[in-house]
């Protein structure tokens, strides 16, 4: 198992990063659809991206395949400790895209087939959201380039230079909290 790991982290003493409103769904699917995310005043101000590379193999079809995910964590000084409550929400189309959205910028991202792409996981700490972990399959190569796809995500929160610090590990699953692993990540203005 093959495991690349990046983060970015906001410093506002370089860069502002705030984001309030988030909506990841089909253009198409309008509210009230069981498979969107859309939500305002969230109030976040710190960003986390990892990619996760994994080959998985099927016992039962005897075959294996590479799966890409893209881990994006927005934050806030709520954020501490283990959560008291958590939402889940899945990402589905039918148009083979969705649209990414923040109120920076609006990217759409395209998928190749219909079904389900991601999720996006709310973290409460009481009655406060704290953290909100966006899960999202990378695109087939054919239908986007991955670097392409990554900062597509990232420019809609407001973020379009940066220096990715990359981690691999063959066997270990990173865990994404684990802060002494991004000690030397740099981000440019």
């Not at 309030?20 to 769904?25: A, E, F, G, P, V």
């Not at 960003?47 to 075959?63: A, F, L, N, P, R």
């Not at 893209?70 to 409550?85: D, F, H, M, Q």
């Not at 958590?86 to 609006?106: F, Q, S």
Request: hydrophobic share 30%; with cysteine.
């Amino acid at each position: 198992m093959k495991i690349i790991h990046q983060k970015v982290e906001a410093y506002p003493s370089r860069i502002r990063l705030p984001v309030d409103y988030l909506k990841i769904s089909d253009p198409n699917y309008e509210e009230g659809v069981w498979c969107r995310y859309e939500k305002d005043n969230i109030q976040m101000d710190s960003i986390q991206v990892m990619v996760k590379h994994e080959t998985m193999y099927d016992e039962q079809e005897d075959y294996s395949y590479d799966y890409g995910e893209l881990i994006v964590s927005l934050s806030n000084r709520y954020w501490k400790g283990e959560p008291t409550a958590e939402k889940e929400y899945e990402i589905g189309v039918d148009t083979a895209r969705y649209e990414i959205e923040t109120e920076h910028n609006r990217s759409e991202i395209y998928t190749a087939s219909d079904g389900i792409f991601g999720a996006v996981n709310e973290c409460y700490y009481g009655d406060k959201l704290g953290k909100i972990n966006i899960y999202l399959a990378i695109p087939d190569e054919y239908e986007m380039d991955e670097t392409e796809f990554i900062l597509n995500v990232l420019r809609t929160m407001n973020i379009h230079h940066l220096h990715l610090c990359v981690v691999r590990d063959e066997d270990v699953d990173i865990n994404m909290d684990n802060e002494e692993l991004f000690e030397d990540m740099q981000m440019s203005p």
